[in-house]
């Protein structure tokens, strides 16, 4: 998708070898003209797919896949990262590292919201060792429900993530891969 990475090469920063910021439109401040593109991309691709509802995680993931949901015209449930007063039982619950924070967690999703006639999308802001991906599926599993693809705003193709996916036999489907980062420099698959 052009216009991801055009902001992608014009916004982001290169933190390090494996991290890249992209708080000035994705995960801090939301672009909605871009995620309203994302979304429309994400559904014209697993539009014929069945889907009945977008998962994501919280938070980083939720403003494209809302505006994806909301193209599928189905609703979205986001794993909740731990529980709280008012989500304290009654869930699906899965630890997960996450490489970014540096710690783990539970992630969580209310059993009402989920059940074994779902078709899943599930959508998130990046893909890299695939940890994530791969907890969003015992979730749907232990519902009973069948996740049929991912859509991954940016993937981090160098990394193990997608590897993973197809592995357990995930569709992904990724707007923007990049294939390295370094110094001020970032390339995307296939250029």
Known sequence: MQLLKDKILSQAEIVNAHVLKVDSFLNHQVDPKLMQAIGKEF???????GITKVVTI????IAPA????????VDLVFARKGKSIVLNSNLYQVPVFSYTKEKEYSLVINKAFL???????FVDDFLANGQALMAVQELIDYAG???????IVIEKSFEAGRARAEE???EVYSLARISKLYADTIEFEGE
Do not use: C, H, P, Q
């Not at 559904?43 to 797919?49: L, V």
């Not at 919280?58 to 993931?61: A, F, L, M, P, R």
């Not at 059940?115 to 999308?121: E, P, Q, T």
């Open 43 to 49: 559904a014209r691709k697993f539009k014929d797919k």
């Open 58 to 61: 919280e938070t980083s993931g």
């Open 66 to 73: 809302v505006f994806t949901a909301l193209e599928l015209g």
């Open 115 to 121: 059940n074994s006639d779902d078709k899943i999308l």
């Open 145 to 151: 429900a069948k996740m049929v693809g991912a859509g």
């Open 168 to 170: 357990t036999g995930i």
